[in-house]
C-alpha cells in the first residue's frame, strides 16, 4: 500500500451524482459486476445556454494532476474533463464509468473492460483500449506524484480490441480496483498532449480557460458519449477568504459555496432564499499521537486520551456541533463501517486511573497543529480536555502545508497532532505503515489488511471491520469527527450530492429547477 | 545637481544588488522543499530528488544564485516549479490588477486629502475644521480591510448595488471591471487620503505660520491666495515624502484588499507562492516589489528637487 498525503479541510470536496443507488454495503458478486451503462451525468432538464458559477476554496497550483499532488487538480477536472473507467455513487460503491462493463476472472488477477463504441474525446479522436493501455502505463512510467505507485499492482495492460481492455495483476486487489476510481484511473488520449495548459479528456466538459488567482471555465463538450449536462459554462471561482465566498453567495456572483469553511456561518443564509446541504464526506479528523514517542508508546496513556475527550462537547464547541462521531479510520459510506463510539465512551474517571497507571500523570505533551480552521479550532479544546485529566499540554502552531509537511508528516517531530484525512478508504495508508507518521505498529494490522485487499468482496468488509475495531481497541489514534460536506447553493440548484466523497467535482450532474 | 543625481542613482542599484542577496537568502532559509509539496510528502526520496535535479536544485547555492540573478538583468524570471509555465506573463497579469488598484486609489486619496488638508488647515480653529479633522482621525483608525468588510457588506451584501468581490479585465468587460473596482479602491482610497489628509493639514498650518505668508498678507493677499501662491510649494516636500512612503506600502500591502475583494493581484499571487514554496516565484515577486519600492523612493527624492530649487545645489 502506498503512502498519501492527507489531504485537508478545504481540498475536500468531491462529488459524485445523487443517483437513487441502493444503499449501504456493496453486494456485487465477486466474478463479475456489470450494470446498465451511465450516464455519467443526471442533468435531468437536458442541455441549456445557462451558465453556473460555483465557489470554491483551493485553486489548483497546475492543471497537471500527474506532476502535482495537490487535491484540487482532481477536484476541477475527474468526472468533468476526464473520466475513469470505474466511479464511485453516493454510497460509496463502484458503478461503471467509461467502461460500460467489467469482469473479473475466478483468479481475481485479470479485469476485462468493455468500452462504449461510441465514445471520444474532445479533440473527436475515438475512445480505445490503446487509450486505457496507454494512459495505465503512463501512471507506471510518466507519473511523478507519490499516488502513482496506486497502480503497481498492475503487471500487464493488454487492448484486446477497439472496445476491450485487459488489465492482469500481479496480486488480487480490491483496492486497486477502488483506486481506479480515484485521479489514478483518469483516461487520456494516446496522443499526448500539454496536460499542465490544455488538458484533454472525454468527459462531459472541456477545458475553456484558466484566470490564474481567479477562476477556472469549463464549457459543455456537445459531443459528450453519455448524458450532455444542463449547464453550457461551468465557472470554477476560488476564493482564499470564507467571508468573501459568502458574500459572493449572498450577493449573487455565484450559485454555490461548495465548502462552507466556517459551519457558524450557515445562519446568515436566509432559507427562503438558499438551500443547505448537509452530508458526509472522507475527511476523518484525526487526532494523531505519535506512537513510537514516550508516553504515547504506552497503550494505556492512549486510551486515557480517548476516554479524556468529550466527543460530543468538542464538536459543539469547535464546529457548531456539525460533524459525526466515528468512533475509528472509517465513514460511514465505507461498505464496512460501524458505530465504534462505544469502545472508548467519554469517562474522566477511567482516563485519570489509566494515566495513574502507566505513570505519566503531569507528563507533558506537544500538541503541533497545522494552521488550518478545524485544528485551530478544535486544538484548545482537546489540551482543555486532556489537562482535566491530569496531562500538559503544549500546542504550537505550524504553517500549512510545508511546515507542517516537513515537520510533523515526514520527521513525526511531533507528540499529537490534528489533520483530516481526506483520503477515500485510507485506514490502511494512515495505520498499516509504521513508517508513516503515526508511526503505527502492530504486527495484528497487516494480515487483516492483506486479506482484506485480496479476498473477496465479503472478506474485504469482514476483514476491514476487524481492522478498525483493532484500531479502536488499541487506541492507534483518537478520531475527533468526520468533517461534515456543508454546501450552501440558490433554492434552484438540483444535483447537488448529499455525500462529498469523490476526488472529482461532478459538474455533470447539476440542474437548475 | 547631476552629481547628485548619479550619486541617488548610485544608491538605487547597489540597493538592487543587496536586495537580490538578502531575498535569496532568506529562500535558503526557508523551511520545506517545493519538490516535495509538488510531489506530496509521500513520494518517494528518490523521485524528490529527480524533481530536485530538474528545477535545478541540487546545484550549488552560488550557481543558482548567479543563475537567477543573470536571469533578471536578461529579464528572464525563469519557469514556476509549480505549474512550470513562464514566469514573466504570470506576474505581468498580477502586475497590472495591482497597478490598477494602487493607483487609482492613490488618485483617490489625492483628491479627497489635498483640499480636505488645505480646508481642515485654514478652519482649524472653527468648529467645521474641528470637525473634519475628527472625521479624518477616525478615518486613519480604521484599517482599510475594516472599510472594505464593512462597504461589502451595506453596498453588495444589504443592498445589492456592487459585486461582493471579483476581478474582470477592462478590456473584456469596461462597465464590470469599473462595478468591481469601485469597493476595493474605495477602501484603499479613503482610508489612504484620511491619513494624507492630517499630512497636508499640518504642513499647512505650519507654512501659514511663516513669515513670507505673514509678508503675502501684508501685500494685501487673502489668506487663501497667499497659501496656493506661496505656500503649496513648500507644503508639498513631507507631503510627497509620505505619499512615497503610501505607494510603497501600498503595492505590498494592498493583497490584504486583495484577499477580501479576491483580486488576482500581486499581493495574493506572492501569498500562494510561499504556501506552495514556489521559490523562484517567491525572488521574482519579492524583487519586483523591491524595485518598485526603491524606484519610487528615487522619484520621490527627483520630485523634491523639482519642487524646492534650493535642494538642487546642495549636495
Known amino acids: 500500500m502506498s503512502l498519501r498525503r492527507p489531504r485537508v479541510l478545504v481540498s475536500v470536496v468531491g462529488f459524485s451524482l445523487l443517483a437513487g443507488c441502493s444503499a449501504g454495503s456493496s453486494s456485487e458478486e465477486s466474478s463479475s459486476a456489470t450494470a446498465a451503462p451511465s450516464s455519467g451525468g443526471g442533468g435531468a432538464q437536458g442541455p441549456s445556454n445557462d451558465p453556473i458559477s460555483i465557489g470554491l476554496v483551493a485553486e489548483p497550483a497546475s492543471l497537471d494532476f500527474t506532476k502535482n499532488d495537490g487535491a484540487a487538480i482532481p477536484q476541477a477536472e475527474l468526472g468533468n474533463i476526464y473520466e475513469t473507467l470505474v466511479k464511485q455513487d453516493q454510497d460509496g460503491k463502484i458503478v461503471p464509468g467509461l467502461a460500460t462493463r467489467w469482469t473479473v476472472s475466478p483468479d481475481r488477477k485479470t479485469y476485462t473492460f468493455d468500452l462504449p463504441a461510441n465514445a471520444t474525446f474532445s479533440t473527436g479522436a475515438k475512445v480505445t ?297 485510507d485506514l490502511p495508508t494512515v495505520f498499516g505503515d509504521p513508517t508513516y507518521y503515526t508511526r503505527y505498529n502492530n504486527p495484528q494490522l497487516e494480515p487483516l489488511l492483506a486479506a482484506a485487499d485480496q479476498g473477496s468482496e465479503t472478506d474485504q468488509v469482514t476483514n476491514m471491520k476487524k481492522a478498525a475495531r483493532l484500531l479502536a481497541d488499541d487506541a492507534a489514534a483518537d478520531f475527533l469527527f468526520l468533517l461534515p460536506n456543508l454546501m450552501v447553493a440558490d433554492k434552484g440548484i438540483t444535483g447537488l450530492p448529499k455525500n462529498a466523497i469523490t476526488e472529482g467535482f461532478d459538474l455533470a450532474a447539476l440542474g437548475r429547477s | 545637481m547631476i552629481l547628485r543625481l548619479l550619486s541617488r542613482l548610485a544608491v538605487l542599484v547597489a540597493s538592487l544588488a543587496v536586495s537580490t542577496m538578502v531575498v535569496f537568502g532568506f529562500m535558503v532559509v526557508l523551511p520545506g522543499s517545493p519538490a516535495r509539496v509538488a510531489l506530496g510528502v509521500n513520494a518517494s526520496d528518490a523521485s524528490v530528488a529527480q524533481l530536485e535535479q530538474e528545477f535545478g536544485l541540487d546545484r550549488p547555492k552560488g550557481v543558482q544564485y548567479l543563475d537567477w540573478v543573470g536571469g533578471l538583468l536578461r529579464f528572464d524570471l525563469g519557469r514556476s516549479y509549480v505549474s512550470r509555465a513562464e514566469i514573466a506573463p504570470q506576474i505581468a497579469d498580477r502586475l497590472q490588477v495591482t497597478l490598477w488598484l494602487v493607483v487609482t486609489s492613490t488618485v483617490l486619496a489625492l483628491v479627497i486629502a489635498v483640499p480636505l488638508g488645505v480646508l481642515m488647515a485654514v478652519r482649524h480653529r472653527r468648529a467645521s475644521g474641528v470637525l473634519l479633522s475628527a472625521l479624518s482621525q477616525v478615518g486613519v483608525a480604521v484599517p482599510a480591510f475594516l472599510a472594505g468588510v464593512l462597504l461589502v457588506a451595506l453596498f453588495s451584501v444589504r443592498l445589492g448595488w456592487l459585486p461582493a468581490n471579483g476581478w474582470t479585465p477592462p478590456v473584456e468587460d469596461p462597465a464590470m471591471f469599473l462595478e468591481q473596482l469601485v469597493l476595493p479602491v474605495l477602501s484603499l482610497g479613503l482610508v489612504q487620503g484620511a491619513v494624507l489628509a492630517r499630512y497636508v493639514r499640518s504642513a499647512v498650518l505650519d507654512v501659514m505660520r511663516e513669515d513670507y505668508i505673514r509678508t503675502a498678507r501684508a501685500k494685501g493677499l487673502r489668506p487663501m491666495r497667499a497659501l496656493v501662491r506661496h ?85
Open chain 1, 129 to 425: 483500449g490503446a487509450d486505457v493501455a496507454y494512459s495505465i502505463d503512463q501512471v507506471k512510467t510518466k507519473w511523478t506524484i507519490g499516488l502513482k505507485a496506486k497502480m503497481d499492482p498492475v503487471s500487464a495492460v493488454d487492448a484486446t480490441s477497439p472496445t476491450q481492455v485487459k488489465v492482469t495483476l500481479s496480486k488480487p486487489s480490491n483496492s486497486w480496483l477502488f483506486d481506479m476510481t480515484t485521479r489514478v484511473g483518469a483516461i487520456f488520449p494516446k496522443s499526448g498532449g500539454d496536460l499542465a495548459n490544455k488538458p484533454v479528456g472525454s468527459g462531459p466538459y472541456t477545458f475553456t480557460r484558466w484566470n490564474r488567482g481567479d477562476s477556472i471555465v469549463l464549457t459543455r463538450n456537445d459531443k459528450y458519449w453519455g448524458q450532455k449536462p444542463h449547464f453550457k459554462t461551468v465557472t470554477l471561482k476560488y476564493f482564499k477568504d470564507p467571508t468573501a465566498l459568502n458574500n459572493a453567495l449572498l450577493s449573487g456572483t455565484i450559485d454555490v459555496v461548495s465548502t462552507l469553511q466556517a459551519p457558524e456561518a450557515l445562519s446568515q443564509f436566509p432559507t427562503s432564499k438558499y438551500q443547505v446541504i448537509e452530508g458526509t464526506t472522507n475527511g476523518e479528523v484525526v487526532l494523531s499521537m505519535n506512537n513510537s514517542r514516550a508516553p504515547f508508546t504506552d497503550k494505556r496513556v492512549r486510551q486515557a486520551v480517548r476516554y479524556a475527550i468529550d466527543h460530543k462537547g468538542l464538536i459543539d464547541t469547535c464546529w457548531a456541533g456539525k460533524g459525526q462521531q466515528i468512533g475509528s479510520m472509517v465513514p460511514p459510506t465505507d461498505p464496512w463501517y460501524e458505530d465504534l463510539t462505544k469502545v472508548t465512551p467519554y469517562d474522566q474517571a477511567k482516563a485519570k486511573s489509566l494515566l495513574q497507571q502507566a505513570g505519566k500523570v503531569g507528563a507533558t505533551v506537544r500538541l503541533r497543529l497545522p494552521n488550518l480552521p478545524y485544528a485551530t479550532a478544535c486544538g484548545p479544546v482537546v489540551k482543555s480536555m486532556l489537562e482535566q485529566v491530569g496531562l500538559k499540554v503544549k500546542i504550537d502552531t505550524l504553517e500549512f502545508p510545508a511546515a507542517w509537511l516537513t515537520t510533523v508528516f515526514k520527521n513525526a517531530d511531533y507528540d499529537m497532532s490534528i489533520i483530516a484525512h481526506v483520503e477515500p478508504r
Open chain 2, 231 to 315: 505656500g503649496l510649494r513648500n507644503a508639498a516636500i513631507p507631503v510627497v515624502t509620505v505619499l512615497g512612503l503610501q505607494l510603497a506600502t501600498l503595492l505590498v500591502g494592498a493583497v490584504v484588499i486583495e484577499r477580501v475583494f479576491v483580486i488576482p493581484g500581486l499581493g495574493s499571487g506572492l501569498l500562494d507562492a510561499v504556501a506552495n514554496r514556489d521559490l523562484i516565484l517567491v525572488q521574482d515577486i519579492v524583487m519586483l516589489l523591491v524595485t518598485a519600492v526603491l524606484i519610487v523612493n528615487f522619484v520621490v527624492d527627483l520630485l523634491y528637487l523639482v519642487i524646492d530649487p534650493r535642494l538642487r545645489s546642495v549636495r
